[in-house]
């Protein structure tokens, strides 16, 4: 299935699974308007697909760049009112003071920076209205990416799209192929960005939201108890995929972060460990169960690198025992597309892998 919603591309965030699939499985809903869960939820693909079958949903992400992406997959603004919110902040926020050193010397024109940095302070004190939030996801997907020919599409040097790069790797890079940043307007920029991802109108069906919260933790699905779940769509972190945080350092930034790398990975499902793996995810599928009505279903898009040496289907079926789901089918998804950072301009290439679908049933 493919469908084009350009909102769903107003950030990219990696190892996010097409549009099409969950739209594919929400579309054997028999019950209208049955709410939606995804407590893995990335940059909101699942929101986004409910949303277009006018179903409420719940996406969870302890990642703030995933979870401030997929919020803007549930706002219904206009791209006037995010260029107008944007000419508001610029107008008012005072100059403020930058990041330094040689990366940030070297990864944006220092007029730029000073722009960004004054709405980021903005952003970071109130991103409370949907123009604000949107402003704010459109930002995030503006702020790093490829130079291009014409006038600038992003608002960075010579960037992969997907995710950032290491400091001292990005700098030693532009300075050996003499790359510096070119002014960018950050009005424009965002205002051919706003109507490219927002012009489309969208209902949002009442009751959705997205949580910046930890998908292990009981607590967070007490508050979804009155919920019952019809449908769980969803795709966990691949065991040994530890970069989430790391490689969006600078979006992080963004949202009010540090302004280095932050290799912590406190808040993010563990890979010390097959064990410690499965039980989290454990952990994970008991929480969603509480949540579900009797014969709900689940359906986890899941796969391995070909370096790890784990059975990610035996680790996806393990980590389901004894949770309140019962497997019913296995689909092979096929391979990832390769190129998940196909926008990557260092020459990293990436690994395609293959894929697949797990669906199981709420068990009474
Ligand atoms: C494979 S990605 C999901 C991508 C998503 N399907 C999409 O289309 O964008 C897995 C996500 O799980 C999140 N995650 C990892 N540990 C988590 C936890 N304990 N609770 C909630 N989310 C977590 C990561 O931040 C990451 O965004």
């Avoid at 997907?162 to 009005?187: E, F, N």
């Amino acid at each position: 299935m493919n469908i084009k919603v350009p909102l769903n591309a107003v950030c990219p965030y990696f190892t996010m699974f097409p549009l099409g699939f969950p739209l594919q499985v929400l579309a054997r809903a028999t019950e209208a308007h049955e709410p939606v869960l995804d407590p893995f939820c990335g940059r909101g693909t699942t929101n986004l697909a409910a949303r277009l079958r006018e179903m409420p949903s719940t996406g969870i992400d302890t990642h703030p760049v995933a979870a401030a992406v997929a919020q803007a997959k549930l706002i219904a603004t206009k791209p006037q009112a995010i260029a107008t919110c944007l000419d508001e902040i610029l107008g008012s926020e005072p100059e403020c003071a930058m990041p330094r050193g040689p990366f940030w010397q070297l990864a944006f024109h220092q007029a730029t920076l000073q722009d960004i940095a004054r709405v980021r302070s903005a952003l970071v004190r109130d991103a409370s209205t949907p123009e604000r939030r949107a402003l704010q996801a459109v930002l995030l997907g503006a702020l790093h990416g490829p130079l291009t020919k014409s006038s600038p599409s992003y608002l960075s040097n010579q960037c992969p799209r997907t995710y950032a790069p290491k400091p001292r790797y990005a700098v030693t890079y532009w300075q050996r192929h003499g790359l510096s940043a070119p002014p960018a307007d950050i009005r424009t920029v965002v205002k051919r960005r706003a109507e490219r991802y927002y012009t489309q109108v969208l209902p949002v069906p009442d009751g959705s939201r997205v949580l910046l919260a930890d998908s292990r933790d009981p607590e967070v699905f007490r508050q979804l108890r009155d919920e019952q779940f019809g449908w769980i769509v969803t795709s966990p972190p691949y065991y040994g995929m530890r970069t989430y945080l790391p490689d969006q350092w600078l979006r992080l930034w963004l949202l009010g972060g540090p302004e280095t790398v932050d290799y912590e990975q406190r808040v993010q499902v563990s890979h010390g460990s097959p064990e410690g793996f499965i039980q989290q995810l454990r952990d994970v599928w008991t929480n969603c169960a509480s949540v579900c009505r009797p014969h709900a279903r689940l359906v986890v898009r899941f796969g391995g690198f070909p370096q790890c040496r784990q059975d990610p289907m035996q680790l996806l079926r393990e980590s389901l025992t004894g949770t309140g789901w019962r497997i019913q089918t296995r689909r092979d998804a096929g391979p990832a597309p390769a190129g998940r950072r196909q926008a990557d301009h260092f020459g990293v290439t990436s690994t395609p892998r293959s894929e697949f679908d797990l669906w199981a049933v709420r068990s009474t």
